[in-house]
């Protein structure tokens, strides 16, 4: 299994940020002046974010039209385009960073997507509800149902999410596509980090997100 470097970052709550808190840590991976591409950027908060904070050189991709709406409404730039089959169009190392926050599960290919943002980006930086939280293996042990959290807040027949993944899937996915494990962050409760020194059994049972910055192990 890949091991964890050293992040060097500080534990530290985030709640009182009105910024979701996972976008607040891929800030802090991104440097000043970056070329960035966010994949699935929603309503363009990140690139906002990342343009105010790091005069970033920022570019979107979103599927939905409402999203692409909000983003130009923000004055970024975006297209309307779906992960699963357009990334292929952009070239290799284009961006100093891909990233892909809480939208690798709602993809139809994740190995593929993830395969393609370590080839666009120099680093790739993905972020990931855990579905081997804790409070979700309770739900499905109790009430036999499809668990409902803050995460992961929608219901079975309603939900954009297709590829439920925990934090261990989502580490042998990555040995699986040689991709490197830079650093990686792992959240619980109102934004709390996960000591890095914790074995991945334990952030796969307690924290209920992680971001991971990755780069292509072959190249």
Known sequence: MTDLPATGMKLETMAADPTRVDLRVIAGFVTHGARVLDVGCGDGHL??????????????????QKGVNE?????????????????????????DFAILSQTLQATGNPRTVLEEMLRIGRKAII????????????????QGRMPITK????????????????I???????????????QAVALYGNGRRMSRRAPWTIWNLFSEQAVFVMSDGSS
């Open 71 to 95: 983003t130009v409404a923000r004055g970024l730039s975006v297209i309307q385009g779906d992960a699963d089959r357009d990334l292929g169009f952009y070239p290799d190392k284009a961006f």
């Open 168 to 182: 261990r899937d989502f580490i042998m996915l990555a040995d699986e596509v040689n991709a490197n494990i830079e």
């Open 151 to 166: 995460n992961l807040p929608y219901s079975w027949y309603d939900t954009p999410n297709i590829h439920f993944c925990t």
């Open 127 to 142: 972020s990931f509800p855990n579905f081997g939280h804790w409070r979700i293996r309770r739900q499905f042990i109790l």
């Open 47 to 64: 690139m906002e974010l990342l343009t105010e904070e790091k005069n970033v050189d920022s570019r979107g991709i979103e599927i939905s």
